[in-house]
């Protein structure tokens, strides 16, 4: 049994306690916020009524999954310079969201995007064409999230092949771990709203930057806050050398005597760089958010506090991967998990133990599972409640009942949906866990940039932009994002496939972006012009309302 392992194993009490102690504070908070969700308003943006400050912190611990903090610091530890490059395309993105997407979506729209996209065209198809992208794009996101969280409780419980804890052996543990976050994650959000959502972000946010800034400061402390000496130590560890702080490590190798396969490789980063800088921008759980705001200038602040989070906590994951490449090691790494994903843990048990001996070691263990799982829960919830909103509000409403559903029966439905999508990600999560999710973080990312964001700034600039445009962008964009993805080496063709026994491998890149972007742009300029419909006056007064926030707080015209 490895030392991570053995660690869990004999901790677990405290590990556990940390988990339901997250658990108790995070279900008080969601009661306390039913007590205050009485509208349609307050289900699906929180009345409306939260500072720029606040909404920050919410965007940070919606935005900062789990996939960022033990993702990204496994990937800097196993890949140096390259690993980093996800931190990057990640803070960068928010620069796009700040400068056109965060000011004008508040003063827009109401409760989803799709009231941004309809707001000048034909309701039901819009409508319709949304909801199908936002369900789309967290569901794939919902299952990373859940069969993390599955493999994380597991692990960090130290349940180990042939061993048993509370009578679930770690196989069982993981079904139990989807089901629970699942259960969860349903909770708050029909119980709580965005209300009780936020809460549970904003909490999680200032646990998370919490243990980040603890184990950064006790990296630093064992190399007397020399970070060249820790670079120069995790050079020397990784077997590497100097070239593990210089790029071509995992992304864009050179293949010698292989001139067109070291293009597709560089052109599968390209691709990967656009669909996290542009998805960032069209991710539906995060566009949502600038609805809680009660005016424009409290939207910008709240992206100012979120890009100063965010970015202060990806600096932090360099710190971090770099200490593990260096403190644990790469082979103490990959064999307790070859993605690296445990990096971080075995990283805050190395300096636990490094400045107090077992005691702190496994405290610290304990203290990191709780906010890795703190994390993924508030990036659930985040999901959740956009895919819930959007069917109540966009299909249920707009679509089924033509705009004439009451405010209590929308938030009715929100509550149902909410337990559909949590239903549907736990079955799915439970046969998705033998799969590499990894990809399908990336391909929440790339449908949201080949899809939404294109229509949406299409919507907001374009005066010639129509109905049929707006539905050709985001089917496009949608339909050849996940396609692409089908035909490429990640799903079938490689060692690293999701499927065996076929080879449908003809499309060379990893990422999608590259190629369905362009497309979902194309789709959406083809189909408007295609279409005679026209409408300058209502582009005339969603130009008003966009730069003023005029009538912001009124229903969408349907």
């Known amino acids: 049994m490895n030392l991570l392992a053995e660690e869990a194993g004999g901790n677990r009490t ?3 306690g940390m988990f339901l102690a997250f658990i108790a504070v995070t279900l008080a908070v969601t009661v306390w916020a039913s007590r205050n969700t009485r509208s349609a308003t307050d289900f699906h943006s929180g009345g409306r009524q939260f500072s720029g400050i606040q909404n920050g912190f919410a965007i940070g611990g919606d935005y900062m999954s789990a996939a960022s903090f033990l993702g990204i610091s496994g990937m800097i530890a196993l890949y140096g310079y390259d690993g980093f490059l996800y931190s990057i395309g990640f803070l960068v993105a928010w620069l796009v969201a700040l400068l056109l997407v965060a000011e004008l979506l508040r003063n827009s729209g109401r409760f989803t995007i799709a009231d941004v996209l309809s707001y000048r065209m034909k309701q039901r198809p819009v409508r319709t064409a949304a909801a199908v992208s936002t369900i789309t794009v967290s569901i794939f996101y919902l299952l990373a999230q859940m069969v993390g969280a599955g ?16 009578g679930m052996t770690a196989e069982t543990a993981k079904i139990v771990g989807i089901i ?10 029909s119980f709580g709203g965005m209300k009780g959502t936020t809460w549970v972000q904003i909490i999680n946010a200032g646990m998370l930057m919490g243990g980040a800034i603890l184990i950064s400061l006790m990296v630093m402390g064992m190399y007397d806050f020399n970070f060249n000496s820790l ?3 995790a050079a020397r560890a990784s077997g590497e050398g100097k070239s593990f702080l210089e790029p071509g490590q995992y992304y864009g190798k050179e293949v010698a005597g292989d001139a067109l396969q070291t293009l597709w490789n560089k052109l599968d980063l390209i691709s990967l760089g656009l669909a996290l800088v542009l998805g960032t921008a069209g991710l539906p759980h995060i566009l949502i958010r600038f609805y809680t705001v009660p005016e424009a200038k409290a939207a910008r602040k709240s992206v100012n506090w979120g890009i100063g989070l965010i970015g202060t906590f990806y600096l932090m994951t360099l710190i971090m991967g770099f200490g593990a490449a260096a403190i644990v090691g790469k082979n103490a790494i990959t064999e307790q998990n070859e993605a690296g994903n445990t990096a971080a843990p075995q ?5 636990g133990d490094y400045f107090g001996g077992n005691g702190l070691a496994a405290i610290m263990l304990a203290v990191i599972a709780a906010v890795a799982f703190a994390t993924i829960l508030s990036t659930v919830a985040g999901l959740t409640i956009a895919s819930s909103s959007s069917l109540a509000h966009d299909f249920y409403n707009s679509v089924l009942r033509k705009g004439q559903a009451s405010e209590q029966e929308e938030v009715r439905v929100a509550k149902f949906s909410a337990l559909g999508v949590g ?5 799915l999560a439970i046969f998705a866990q033998s799969l590499n999710v990894a990809f399908l973080v990336a391909l929440a990312f790339a449908i949201a940039a080949s899809a939404n964001l294109p229509t949406l700034l299409l919507s907001l600039f374009w005066r010639r932009f129509n109905t049929q445009g707006a539905v050709a962008g985001i089917y496009g964009g949608l339909i050849s994002a996940v396609s692409l993805v089908i035909f490429s080496p990640v799903f079938s063709g490689s060692e690293s496939a999701l499927v065996t026994g076929i080879d449908i491998n003809w499309f060379p890149l990893s990422n999608p972006g590259l190629v369905s972007i362009p497309l979902g742009l194309l789709c959406a300029i083809v189909g408007t012009l295609m279409s005679p419909e026209r409408n300058d006056r209502k582009f005339a007064e969603l130009q008003v309302r966009a730069l003023t926030g005029a009538g912001a707080e009124k229903a969408v015209e349907h």
Do not use: H, K, W
Request: glycine share 10%; proline share 2%; charged share 5%.
């Open 14 to 16: 405290l590990t556990f």
């Open 151 to 166: 493999a994380l409780i597991a692990l960090l419980l130290g349940i180990t092949p042939g061993e048993t804890y509370l």
């Open 180 to 189: 629970v976050v699942g259960l969860l994650m349903t909770v708050y959000v």
């Open 231 to 233: 670079m120069g130590d």
């Open 347 to 351: 990283l805050a048990e190395s300096v």
């Open 423 to 427: 239903i549907v990600a736990i079955v």
